[in-house]
């Protein structure tokens, strides 16, 4: 059903909805597969820069942790620090000048390492010395679980997760949540703990590696402990909700909902530490870039259908007002006007088309021409036949008459005379007929071969062998007699010696061959070539009307493959062969035809 629909379209519509059709298809797929792997590819690729952003956080925390490491590890190597350690070996007077030394010492490494709030040795009896803090008179560190943590973990550096609950106060006001404290165990040579030392860095020095990484538009990059104590964390209403419990491996991707909205974590652990380093962006805000980008890309479809559907327009009126002009044209010509000619612009198939079309037109006008050409010639031969045939009319009554009254005196040769040359006239009227059968044919020319006989008496002699099968065949009348008089008086009656006529027919295929044979003079070889050449071209000026008559009338009714021919040989005599279509039914004459009843009624009656 669709495909005839399709196939009843015009050319036009065909092509308009060719176009849209594949338009509607190839931008459909475009449109789903970008959409889908352009999606996918947006999260990939946030996903992989992610990672990347949060090894890049990692690895510059652990860089200023392993700094802080390299402090502690420079700090605790001294031997001044040792002995305060072992304070309780030391003399009073040692551990004052001891005192004085470290005190210089932190001063020193303060100036060194900016980023460094405060540094503070506590030996395991509690004692302890700092330039930045000092020590409530409540409680002994050794309460503490910070401290206790520290000691028993020996060389590992160690958070302290909750810097107020250390006993230790800033002489100058300092946010404790500014700062991020370490504290790593100091070991004897039995590798037993002798105290610790605490360095609070300042937690500005993190957010300085971290505050120019960037995630996207919303994206942030945040810092977690074991304990879900946010070491690092921008201010967010996202972030109050995380928790350390979503995080079970390593390193991972996860995706949770907060406040309605999904969110994309990207995680992995620092180096030494149970803390993660996470990257959290919304998968909203960024799949919003994906549906941007798609609109976009929708807008750009759109043109670019509008554009291809303006050039299919275009392109499809390019071809069908050539071929709609030529549809116009035949109609002309199919009406019969074969003057127009079509506009040849390009060498194309269209173009092609018009070209063949012009030269059908040009030959049709020839073959017109040449029609009205033959038609005019058939014609004046069949005006000219009617003349002959006129002529015979009143010769037909006047004889008819002389026979009547050669009847009264009893003059049989006249009878037998005047009744040959009647048949004659019979046959030459034949009730305006111009095709009559070979048997009728044969009839008229034996009658004028009888009238002959007894003009030429002992000197003519003739034969006629024509099977009875041929004889129903139909043919043009008067084709027989002007060949064979053409034989009589230029063959025989030229060679002055008795000669014979033969009459004989033959089939071969679809052609009926007539042969006129006589014994006559004949002919040159020369003579023989220019008369077939004459019949051959259809343009008489050397010979006789009787001849030329009929080879016309056989070639203006079946066609140049028939007509007449010529064989001869001086001294021997002439063949002259006649072949036309085999027809058995009678040939319909054209409306140019004149009924001979128009002719012959009135006259008739005169008789």
């Keep these: 059903m669709l495909g005839r629909f399709y196939q009843n379209l015009c050319i036009k519509n065909k092509i308009l909805l060719s176009f849209v059709f594949v338009l509607i298809v190839s931008f459909t797929t475009i449109g789903v597969l970008y959409n889908t792997s352009f999606q996918k590819s947006m999260k990939d690729f946030a996903e992989d820069s992610t990672f990347v952003i949060i090894e890049q ?39 004052s000048l001891t005192r004085i030394g470290l005190r210089n010492m932190l001063d020193t490494y303060r100036e060194l390492y900016s980023e460094v709030s405060s540094i503070t040795l506590i030996s395991k009896n509690g004692d302890y010395i700092s330039n930045e803090m000092y020590k409530p008179q409540w409680g002994a560190f050794a309460d503490y679980e910070w401290f206790r943590d520290c000691m028993e973990h ?35 040579e039995d590798n037993r703990s002798t105290g610790i030392v605490m360095i609070d860095l300042k937690l500005e ?15 942030f990059v945040a810092i977690m402990d074991s304990n879900e104590q946010l070491i690092y964390s921008p201010v967010n209403k996202i972030v109050p909700h995380i928790r350390e419990s979503w995080f079970n491996e390593k390193s991972g991707v996860l995706v949770k909902e907060i406040m309605n909205e999904r969110f994309q974590f990207i995680y992995l652990n620092i180096s030494g530490f149970d803390w993660k380093v996470m990257g959290v962006f919304s998968l909203s805000s960024t799949l919003q870039q994906v549906t941007d980008t798609r609109n976009i890309l929708i807008i750009i479809l759109c043109c670019s259908a509008f554009v291809a559907f303006v050039m299919a327009v275009a392109f499809s009126s390019s071809i069908v007002k ?33 070209t063949a079309f012009n030269n059908m037109l040009a030959q049709m006008q020839m073959l017109v021409a040449q029609v009205f050409s033959e038609q005019k010639k058939k014609r004046i031969a069949e005006l000219k036949a009617l003349q002959e045939q006129i002529k015979p009319h009143f010769l037909y009554n006047t004889f008819d008459t002389i026979n009547w009254m050669a009847r009264k005196y009893d003059a049989e040769d006249i009878v037998y005379v005047v009744h040959c040359l009647t048949n004659i006239f019979r046959t030459g009227l034949s009730s305006g007929s111009e095709i009559i059968t070979l048997r009728e044919e044969v009839a008229h020319v034996e009658n004028y071969l009888k009238i002959q006989k007894v003009r030429y008496g002992d000197i003519l002699e003739y034969n006629i062998d024509i099977a009875d099968e041929l004889k129903d065949c139909y043919v043009y009348k008067l084709i027989l007699q002007p060949v064979v008089e053409n034989a009589l008086y230029h063959g025989i009656k030229r060679s002055r010696r008795k000669g014979n006529i033969s009459i004989s027919a033959y089939r071969e295929g679809e052609t009926l061959c007539l042969v006129v044979k006589d014994d006559g003079v004949g002919m040159e070889e020369e003579q023989v070539s ?53 027809t058995t039914p009678p040939r319909e004459l054209d409306n140019t035809a004149i009924s001979a009843d128009l002719l012959t009624s009135k006259e008739e009656d005169e008789c």
Excluded: W
């Design 154 to 188: 020996g060389d590992e550096l160690r958070v302290v997760s909750n810097p107020v609950s250390r006993n230790l106060i800033y002489y100058e006001p300092v946010s404790i949540d500014g700062i991020l404290c370490l504290a790593k165990a100091v070991s004897d």
């Design 322 to 354: 050539p071929i709609k002009k030529l549809e116009t044209l035949m109609a002309h010509a199919q009406d019969g006007d074969l003057s127009v000619r079509f506009n040849v612009l390009y060498e194309d198939e269209i173009g092609n088309l018009g």
């Design 530 to 582: 220019k008369l077939n050449a004459i019949f051959q071209n259809g343009n008489n000026t050397e010979m006789g009307y009787g001849l030329f008559n009929v080879d016309q009338r056989i070639k203006l009714s079946y066609g140049n493959d028939y007509g007449l021919h010529i064989d001869s040989i001086v001294g021997k005599g002439t063949v002259v062969t006649i072949t036309i279509k085999l």
């Design 57 to 95: 956080a990692s690895r510059q925390i652990e860089t200023r942790i392993d700094g802080i490491r390299h402090l502690i590890t420079q700090v605790e190597s001294r031997d001044d620090v040792k002995a305060f350690m072992n304070s309780a070996t030391v003399s009073s007077d040692e551990l």
């Design 205 to 219: 020095a993190v957010e300085d590696a971290l505050e120019s990484i960037v995630i996207g538009k919303e994206g």
